[in-house]
């Protein structure tokens, strides 16, 4: 008696592939969805990592930057933004890209997909967009730049000495000085809303002189003076550092910065005047440091 043929067997006699073989789609799909569920989670647990008690809920609309304290961090504030949308903006498409190829080239069967040699309009995507992304960034970034590093007639003169492991501050207008050591920082006080010349060097390594507030910072060099000017514009205290990696003693090269009205950096001009600290000083002999079980002078490794 014939039988009829199987549907999964042609009259050829070729084995045609079973439609059994899509069942794994959903373990596929499981699979997409533990994977997307992970990387939500990674970005949450690194979006909360970034939080905390000093920024408060508003360093959301600065993204992730302090208060501002100076008249530069508006130029500096808008190309963060910017390379944050620049940022955002090739993410989204690269995302999107890999989001599309794996729904829409998922494995749905046995069958080897269509096989093809190259996309033109693919290609000339991933090439030309590098190229303007770069280009525009650099564009912006050259822009504030020359903004940020504008030269404008200081009221004050403030002459920074960076040295291992502490600062020193002279005034020269007032002839005094503020100098810290590695147990005890030293305050830099400045008026509000007078711009201020800042002269940095170094009587040993490179440094680098940073306030966050100011969202400004430059490279303290030794045998180069580098100087910039800026103009605080809010009272308050806050918190300076030195953003190189100078040695064994970098962490502890902090000082605070007080920006205060006139009359009360008149007030501190006199009370260092008064407790002998006139003239300008140069950077103290750096401490002694114990490496391992051997002493160390200037903070160096002995050999």
């Given at each position: 008696m014939?039988t009829?043929?199987?549907?999964?067997?042609?009259s050829?006699g070729?084995?045609r592939p079973?439609?059994?073989?899509?069942?794994?789609?959903p373990?596929?799909?499981r699979?997409?969805?533990?994977w997307l569920?992970?990387v939500a989670v990674?970005?949450?647990?690194a979006?909360?990592?970034?939080?905390n008690?000093?920024?408060?809920?508003?360093?959301?609309?600065?993204?992730?930057?302090p208060p501002a304290?100076?008249?530069?961090a508006p130029?500096m504030f808008h190309l963060?933004?910017g390379?944050?949308?620049a940022a955002a903006?090739?993410?989204?498409?690269v995302w999107?890209?890999i989001?599309?190829a794996?729904?829409?080239?998922?494995?749905r069967?046995e069958?080897?997909?269509?096989q093809t040699?190259?996309?033109?309009?693919?290609e000339?995507?991933?090439?030309?967009?590098p190229?303007?992304v770069?280009?525009?960034?650099f564009?912006?970034?050259?822009?504030g730049?020359?903004?940020?590093?504008?030269?404008?007639?200081?009221?004050?003169t403030?002459?920074v000495?960076a040295w291992?492991?502490s600062?020193?501050?002279?005034y020269?207008?007032?002839?005094?000085?503020?100098?810290?050591?590695?147990?005890?920082?030293?305050?830099?006080?400045?008026?509000?809303?007078?711009p201020?010349q800042?002269n940095?060097?170094s009587?040993d390594?490179i440094?680098?002189?940073?306030v966050?507030?100011?969202?400004?910072k430059?490279?303290?060099?030794?045998?180069r003076?580098?100087?910039?000017?800026?103009?605080?514009?809010?009272i308050?205290?806050?918190?300076?550092k030195?953003?190189?990696l100078c040695g064994?003693?970098?962490?502890?090269m902090?000082?605070?910065?007080?920006i205060v009205t006139?009359a009360?950096f008149?007030?501190?001009m006199?009370?260092?005047k008064s407790i002998?600290q006139?003239g300008?000083?140069?950077a103290?002999k750096?401490?002694?440091?114990?490496v391992?079980?051997?002493?160390a002078?200037?903070g160096?490794?002995?050999?």
């Open positions: 014939p009829s043929p199987s549907p999964t067997t042609p050829d070729r084995t079973s439609r059994r073989a899509g069942r794994g789609q373990a596929r799909r699979a997409v969805r533990l569920l992970g990674i970005a949450g647990v979006t909360l990592a970034g939080c008690v000093e920024t408060g809920l508003g360093s959301w609309s600065r993204l992730g930057l304290a100076s008249d530069r130029y963060w933004v390379f944050w949308i903006c090739v993410g989204a498409l999107g890209m989001i599309f794996i729904i829409r080239y998922r494995k069967d069958r080897a997909p269509r040699q190259y996309n033109l309009p693919l000339i995507l991933y090439t030309a967009a190229f303007i770069v280009f525009v960034l564009a912006y970034t050259i822009h730049q020359d903004e940020i590093n504008k030269k404008v007639d200081p009221q004050v403030v002459d000495v291992k492991w600062w020193t501050f002279n020269p207008d007032a002839n005094v000085y503020e100098t810290g050591e590695p147990e005890q920082f030293p305050v830099l006080y400045l008026p509000v809303d007078e201020v800042f940095l060097s009587s390594v440094h680098s002189f940073w966050p507030a100011f969202y400004f430059m490279d303290v060099v030794p045998g003076h580098n100087s910039f000017t800026m103009t605080p514009t809010k308050g205290e806050f918190a300076g030195c953003a190189e064994a003693g970098h962490s502890q902090l000082f605070t910065v007080r006139r009360q008149d007030v501190e006199a009370r260092l002998g006139t300008q000083a140069p103290p750096a401490p002694m440091i114990i391992g079980t051997t002493t002078d200037n160096e490794e002995p050999k």
